[in-house]
């Protein structure tokens, strides 16, 4: 994909401190001339071809890309503050713990509807704009939760889904978890892979689970979790990412958050790659969402210029880029607490989400 098809229609070539309102879902599903409209992806039959022509991947040189776009460029002051607030509009606030409750869901979603104290929003001069995360991201018991409690939010709910994080469970089980999730009101879906299939190369049988999974969203987005931590190799995880948006994939993941290893820039840098070339292919545009150990500024401003530098200005929008954070929201907001009074504050001074 040429720079002019990745900058089409974008005059700006940084962000400005004016943060784009959030798109609602039927702008996010369905052809729009508006800035945030795009058709869905429909996938495509399983090309093998198409995928060996990806099996190619070069470690060092995607390390060498990595480590000169996280020097390339130094954000500062207001510009750094503007970066800042993007990286909130494309949150997923995420709690996935095994004491999670409706009350400590409901936190959540409170932190998601007002993300910063009144101070820092008067500060930035921005209390008239909706800088909120993008969705709220809980297991399934506590959907109908986030759902009455952002009601009227604009904020979307996600569910982490088919027997998160592992997926081993029979293929029903799971379609049948998506679709009472669904039922519950989540509009985005969060799927895990059973990772043995990539192991073992089992491409159709993959691309089949992944259909069947899109089927069962029904009009809720569908993004596919890779654990990339446990895929081993860079061909895995390119390969895995090929065959979930042939199947239909709203957005590729690249982690459950709880693997060893999780989002890394190389791994990250990959499935952008097959993102653009998936779009070269079919015209269609795919979502990408790290997850899991992104729990600092910095670090979300590292992705947010890989992004940028990678796929275009249009992927630094919420309906194409994702984090998947729960502790990252809180260092954002001292950040910004920095930026307006030179000095950093105590965690404790912040709401925690």
């Known amino acids: 994909m040429s720079s002019t098809s990745r900058e089409a229609d974008l005059s700006a070539d940084r962000l400005g401190p004016k943060i784009t309102p959030l798109p609602a879902r ?22 093998l071809g198409f995928m060996e022509s990806m099996r190619s991947v070069n470690r060092s040189a995607l390390e060498r890309r990595v480590a000169s776009l996280t020097k390339r460029r130094s954000i500062k002051a207001d510009n750094q503050a503007a970066w800042l607030l993007r990286a909130v509009a494309c949150m997923d606030l995420t709690t996935l713990n095994s004491n999670d409750t409706d009350e400590r869901v409901r936190r959540l979603c409170a932190k998601a509807v007002n993300p910063f104290r009144r101070d820092i929003v008067e500060g930035l001069g921005i209390a008239g704009e909706k800088i909120r995360p993008a969705a709220v991201c809980v297991y399934h018991p506590f959907v109908a939760t986030a759902v009455d409690a952002l009601r009227g939010s604009g904020i979307h709910v996600a569910a982490v889904s088919t027997a998160f994080p592992h997926g081993l469970t029979p293929l029903s089980t799971r379609l049948q978890e998506i679709e009472a999730s669904v039922s519950d009101g989540a509009d985005e879906i969060d799927v895990v892979i059973p990772r043995g299939l990539v192991f073992a190369a089992k491409w159709q049988e993959l691309y089949n689970e992944i259909v069947s999974m899109r089927a069962a969203c029904g009009e809720a987005h569908l993004k596919v979790i890779l654990g990339t931590g446990d895929l081993a190799t860079l061909r895995n995880v390119m390969l895995a990412s090929m065959v979930a948006m042939m199947a239909g994939a709203d957005f590729i993941k690249t982690s459950t958050g709880k693997e060893s290893v999780n989002a890394t820039l190389p791994v990250g840098l990959a499935m952008v790659r097959a993102i653009r070339a998936y779009f070269e ?23 947010l210029v890989l992004m940028k530098e990678e796929l275009g200005r249009r992927w630094l929008e919420p309906d194409l880029f994702r984090f998947g954070a729960s502790s990252l929201l809180t260092d954002i907001e001292r950040q910004l607490e920095h930026h307006l009074t030179g000095h950093y504050s105590a965690n404790h001074r912040h709401a925690m989400a």
């Open 26 to 47: 039927t702008a996010a599903n369905a052809p729009a001339p508006q800035a945030h409209g795009i058709a869905r992806n429909p996938g495509m039959k399983l090309d």
């Open 281 to 303: 292919e079919t015209g269609y545009l795919i979502g990408f969402k790290p997850a899991g150990g992104i729990s600092t500024a910095k670090a979300s401003l590292d992705w």
